[in-house]
């Protein structure tokens, strides 16, 4: 197994065809084609299949794709690191933020680290963490902040706590069960929820088994962002269940209303989620430092605003 030969496949993957891949690699589609069946050959399994639409990959070759991309970006990281020995700070650096974070942390914390360092490249993802996990699990994504998913591999992702945030079930201004008082009153009602693929049983168990109450799985719709979550909950007046602070920040303040149920959720945990046993690069160090510090400045203050943001929130840090 050579490193051309992962580039190939990675290259290949990202066009969904050879002659793409040979394109963005700057080589023939002779070479890419070689090196992709010498892969194959020293690997003794089957990776591509070809079709005149393009390629797509067995089993044997997805695996082996997921782990080409975390090589080449951990070949990128040492890069990025020798650069800096050589004193140039330069490389690319992309974070998963979760929504509530970049309504209200995020731009001082970008404006930051743009100061401290404006010759990375950043690329900010915004998405829940069903979205984040997989680019973190491939290596594309340096860290995410947000919380892992119910049923995540502690073998495989760390999280550093950073703080606790308050949780609600919520409904849209003027809704008809605006003033329901338990989960049980909001059964007979449409649910728009994120969740990750494995991790909806977790889910449902948390917000209505343990409460004695048992919801038809058909009402529940899974949102993979928050503007999609939103409009639900606006527009086809279905209930949510999402992070208290969303009532109090624009544009939603206002908009949603935390409901006040009898049954109680505990505070969910934020933090900084990583590839467990994988050393943050210098620029995603100096990241999270420019975060810190922008929330701990905002915990301090005594503006209103703040006042309200940290009702819900509790720092650990």
Same mark, same amino acid.
Request: net charge neutral; glycine share 6%.
């Given at each position: 197994?050579?490193?051309?030969?992962?580039e190939?496949?990675?290259?290949?993957?990202?066009?969904?065809?050879?002659?793409?891949?040979?394109?963005?690699?700057?080589?023939?589609?002779?070479?890419?084609?070689?090196?992709?069946?010498?892969?194959?050959?020293?690997?003794?399994?089957?990776?591509?299949?070809?079709?005149?639409?393009?390629?797509t990959?067995?089993?044997?070759?997805?695996?082996?794709?997921?782990?080409?991309?975390?090589?080449?970006?951990?070949?990128?990281?040492?890069?990025?690191?020798?650069e800096?020995?050589?004193?140039?700070?330069?490389?690319?650096?992309?974070?998963?933020?979760?929504?509530?974070?970049?309504?209200?942390f995020?731009?001082?914390t970008?404006?930051?680290?743009?100061?401290?360092?404006?010759?990375?490249?950043?690329?900010?993802?915004?998405?829940?963490?069903?979205?984040?996990?997989?680019?973190?699990?491939?290596?594309?994504m340096?860290?995410a902040?947000?919380?892992?998913?119910?049923?995540?591999?502690?073998q495989e992702?760390?999280?550093e706590?950073?703080?606790?945030?308050?949780?609600?079930?919520?409904?849209?201004?003027?809704?008809?069960?605006?003033?329901?008082?338990?989960?049980?009153?909001?059964?007979?009602?449409?649910?728009?929820?994120?969740?990750?693929?494995?991790?909806?049983a977790?889910?449902?168990?948390?917000?209505?088994?343990?409460?004695?109450?048992?919801?038809?799985?058909?009402?529940?719709?899974?949102?993979?962002?928050?503007? +999609?979550?939103?409009?639900?909950?606006?527009?086809?007046?279905?209930? +949510?269940?999402?992070? +208290?602070?969303?009532?109090?920040?624009?544009?939603?303040?206002?908009?949603?209303?935390?409901l006040?149920?009898?049954?109680?959720?505990?505070p969910?945990?934020?933090?900084?989620?990583?590839?467990?046993?994988?050393?943050?690069?210098?620029?995603?160090?100096?990241?999270?430092?420019?975060?810190?510090?922008?929330i701990?400045?905002?915990?301090?203050?005594?503006?209103?605003?703040?006042l309200?943001?940290?009702? +819900?929130?509790?720092?650990?840090?």
């Amino acid at each position: 197994m050579k490193l051309h030969q992962l580039e190939a496949l990675v290259a290949s993957a990202e066009a969904g065809s050879i002659r793409g891949a040979a394109r963005a690699l700057g080589l023939s589609q002779a070479a890419v084609t070689r090196a992709l069946r010498e892969l194959e050959a020293s690997e003794r399994l089957p990776l591509l299949i070809r079709a005149p639409e393009g390629i797509t990959f067995t089993e044997h070759g997805k695996v082996l794709l997921t782990h080409a991309r975390l090589v080449l970006n951990q070949l990128e990281h040492a890069h990025s690191d020798l650069e800096r020995l050589r004193g140039r700070v330069e490389g690319n650096l992309m974070v998963g933020v979760t929504p509530w974070i970049t309504l209200t942390f995020l731009a001082e914390t970008v404006r930051l680290f743009r100061e401290r360092m404006p010759d990375i490249r950043l690329e900010l993802v915004e998405g829940l963490m069903a979205v984040a996990q997989p680019l973190l699990r491939e290596g594309s994504m340096d860290f995410a902040v947000g919380q892992l998913q119910p049923g995540a591999s502690t073998q495989e992702f760390a999280c550093e706590p950073v703080l606790t945030y308050e949780s609600s079930v919520m409904v849209r201004e003027g809704h008809p069960k605006a003033r329901a008082r338990s989960i049980h009153e909001l059964l007979e009602e449409d649910w728009v929820l994120n969740f990750a693929p494995d991790g909806e049983a977790d889910l449902v168990e948390y917000l209505f088994t343990r409460h004695g109450a048992r919801i038809d799985p058909r009402r529940i719709v899974r949102a993979q962002s928050v503007a +999609t979550l939103q409009t639900m909950v606006e527009q086809a007046s279905m209930c +949510t269940w999402s992070p +208290t602070i969303l009532s109090h920040v624009p544009p939603y303040g206002g908009r949603l209303r935390p409901l006040a149920l009898c049954e109680t959720f505990e505070p969910r945990q934020l933090g900084i989620v990583t590839r467990r046993n994988t050393p943050l690069s210098r620029a995603a160090l100096a990241f999270v430092d420019c975060l810190l510090q922008v929330i701990r400045r905002h915990a301090r203050s005594a503006k209103k605003d703040d006042l309200a943001l940290f009702r +819900t929130l509790k720092l650990l840090i």
